[in-house]
């Protein structure tokens, strides 16, 4: 069992349900966060204990250091689980928790802070002999300086900030009038956006598809739990997961895995981490670009390929047990799928639609997993991410798990606002998607052609 006796959960949503349930397994009492507008949500209904922390603005409750320290003190739980994002990565948050003496739920301070910084995590890779896209070797000093990288490497390349995450602070520039323009906005959004102004270069490679690897440590000893194809994404936000990824050449999935593992020994990774890198599908070669210090989003369809429980391994790791894993314990069965279900418009653009859940009607059967926040006569707020759930399929091949997606997604009922629900129903029907021919730009695309498409018709 875990060293852990009295869990806080500082976060909300879906993956607050989902750590609830994975302390309540292992006999840990948990204590529930809550901002002044979230006090009715599942995860409340569920925790043994909920302390209330702050208004509504995330600034003034989730992301509030101050007012979680506090409620942690208050409660005496002796460990924090900070789920993704809010403050999962926030180096200093870890710190002060590992200064109360409390136990946090992930890689310790120096490690969030060494893998947050991309420059850094980019000298870590190499180090441990994992490729890279090319690009600066460090962060750019200035704006002679990112010209002068942006001509050794070649137009386009990107421009990302050092602190960014989730596919923020990202630009892409063509030439070297529009890398002029980009670096100062860039710097300036960094600043406004991370607290953090440094910016560095990287090639922009034009076809690709996004590949990650699950991993979890202990410290010492390191394994991998195969790789995750996201490459369906709309302002670089993923919206749809798969495990594994398909049409990777065997070799390259091998090689990737045991990348990912290098690296986080490398750094005596502790916990759940995931390694993201792109794969160039024109040259079929991957590099690494970041790491994210905490549990995915999209975790759920790697533990549906593997049957390990994720979220348990890191209460179990956190709580000073040794990995429970062995590299040749962990098997890939089958192929799983996740949709991001979110309270948007897919047709005005994907405008923010939170409201009363009057209709909430889940599939089932075999295979189908959801995981989520919200139950019939909840109120969406407004303040948030608009996720509502995540839809789960299981099949022992990738050609069932798309037809058993399509099967759940269509007695799927979530209502009476709108939802992607409808973008997903689409979706798994393309042929390109289900052909797995898809890259980082590919959705971007198919959504413009429905725009144009829909604007034709209409002026018919």
Not at 327 to 352: K, M, S, Y
Not at 382 to 409: C, E, F, Q, T
């Amino acid at each position: 069992m875990s060293g852990i006796r009295k869990l806080l959960i500082a976060n909300r949503g879906e993956i607050a349900v989902r750590i609830i349930r994975a302390a309540r397994d292992l006999g840990i009492r948990t204590v529930q966060v809550v901002s002044e507008a979230d006090q009715d949500m599942l995860a409340a209904r569920l925790a043994d204990e909920v302390r209330v922390i702050g208004p509504a603005p995330a600034p003034k409750s989730y992301l509030d250091v101050e007012r979680i320290l506090q409620a942690l003190r208050d409660s005496g739980a002796d460990a924090v689980h900070p789920g993704y994002g809010f403050l999962s990565e926030n180096a200093d948050f870890a710190r002060r928790v590992a200064e109360m003496g409390v136990i946090f739920c992930g890689p310790d301070a120096d490690t969030i802070d060494r893998m947050g910084d991309k420059v850094n995590a980019r000298t870590a890779a190499l180090a441990a002999g994992v490729p890279v896209v090319p690009g600066s070797d460090g962060r750019i000093a200035d704006l002679d300086s990112a010209v002068a990288v942006a001509e050794q490497i070649g137009y386009p390349v990107m421009v990302k900030a050092a602190a960014g995450g989730g596919g923020r602070g990202i630009r892409i520039a063509q030439t070297r009038e529009e890398l002029i323009a980009t670096v100062p906005t860039a710097m300036a959004e960094a600043r406004a956006g991370f607290g953090d102004d440094g910016l560095y270069i990287e090639a922009f490679i034009q076809k690709a598809r996004h590949i990650e690897v699950q991993i979890l440590g202990d410290g010492n000893r390191a394994v991998h739990l195969f790789e995750r194809e996201c490459s369906l994404q709309r302002r670089r936000q993923k919206v749809w997961e798969e495990a594994p990824a398909a049409l990777l050449p065997e070799t390259v999935r091998q090689e990737l895995c045991a990348s990912a593992v290098r690296l986080a020994e490398e750094v005596g990774y502790r916990g759940a981490g995931t390694l993201e890198y792109l794969y160039d599908m024109q040259r079929e070669a991957f590099y690494f670009i970041e790491m994210n210090t905490r549990i995915q989003v999209e975790h759920p369809v790697t533990e549906m390929i593997t049957g390990v429980d994720l979220l348990r391994e890191m209460l179990l790791i956190a709580g000073g047990a040794p990995l429970s894993l062995r590299q040749d314990d962990i098997r890939c069965t089958g192929h799983a799928i996740e949709v991001r279900l979110n309270a948007e418009n897919p047709e005005r653009h994907f405008f923010p639609a939170p409201g009363v859940i009057e209709t909430l009607t889940l599939p089932g059967g075999p295979g189908v997993r959801f995981d989520t926040g919200v139950y019939p006569g909840y109120k969406v707020p407004p303040y948030y991410d608009s996720l509502l759930g995540k839809l789960i399929v299981w099949d022992s091949s990738r050609d069932g798990a798309l037809n058993r997606m399509a099967g759940a997604l269509s007695e799927l009922d979530i209502g009476p606002g709108p939802s992607t629900a409808s973008l997903h129903r689409a979706l798994v029907q393309d042929p390109d998607v289900r052909a797995g021919a898809v890259s980082t730009l590919w959705l971007e695309d198919w959504l413009k052609a429905r725009a144009e498409a829909a604007a034709l018709a209409k002026s018919a």
